[in-house]
């Protein structure tokens, strides 16, 4: 079946521009995770969603990262008032709960000018 | 929180031969400790995961141990080829909390 699929592959901006990212879990996963892999890092935890419980935001960097799921399937990630140190891939995971294998998109590669 | 500390961050070796990258854990309650490849431009796959309450699992060239006492987690792949070069990243997570928290990966670069 299909994987997570992500939206735009890549997206350049300029400084102080806000962005949306897209994230399609897989059909049925009732978990979605977005990470951030700044250049020749590893994965960092930006925020989780699980069913209809409040999401887990303790990863997210500033209050100029928010994130929403609609309909417990599609996610939408929003940084606002980019910055350069925004620049990073992003990555969206889903899984069918606690510690089970979390399957990840190929992420969208975000550049700020 | 939980700390994962991978070694080493680069890793050359001949096609055919082994490889071994080993990472640490700081939680004992750490419970899920999955292993993820990432090639160029490309999302992570999971190739192979443990869980603690074995010590080893093996899926024909690729095997994990785990040794819960010393908080250490291996990936080992025999008879490498070309394509197993990329990037490897370890993980681990506690039950009840399903984020993962990633070493910093290894580059394996297998030269035919």
């Not at chain 2, 400790?33 to 080893?56: A, C, H, M, T």
Request: hydrophobic share 30%.
């Amino acid at each position: 079946g299909a994987g997570v699929s992500q939206s735009p592959s890549n997206k350049v901006t300029e400084k102080g521009k806000d962005v949306e990212l897209r994230c399609d879990p897989i059909s049925g996963h009732t978990a979605l995770y977005w990470y951030r892999q700044s250049l020749g890092q590893g994965l960092e935890f930006l925020i989780y969603f699980q069913g209809n419980s409040a999401p887990d935001k303790s990863g997210l960097p500033s209050d100029r990262f928010s994130a929403e799921r609609t309909g417990g399937s599609v996610s939408t990630l929003t940084i606002q008032r980019t910055q350069q140190e925004d620049s990073a891939v992003y990555l969206c995971a889903s899984n069918t709960g606690d510690n089970q294998p979390q399957h990840f998109g190929d992420g969208t590669r975000l550049s700020i000018l | 929180g939980e700390n994962v500390e991978q070694h080493p961050s680069t890793l050359s070796v001949q096609e055919g031969d082994s490889a071994v990258i080993k990472c640490t854990y700081s939680d004992s309650a750490s419970n899920y400790f999955p292993w993820y490849k990432q090639e160029l431009g490309k999302g992570p796959q999971l190739i192979i995961d443990i869980r603690s309450n074995v010590g080893e699992k093996k899926d024909q060239r690729i095997a994990v141990t785990l040794n819960k006492t010393a908080k250490h987690f291996s990936l080992h792949i025999t008879e490498t080829q070309p394509e197993d070069s990329a990037v490897y990243f370890c993980a681990a997570s506690i039950t009840g909390y399903s984020t993962l928290t990633f070493g910093k990966g290894t580059m394996l670069l297998v030269s035919p």
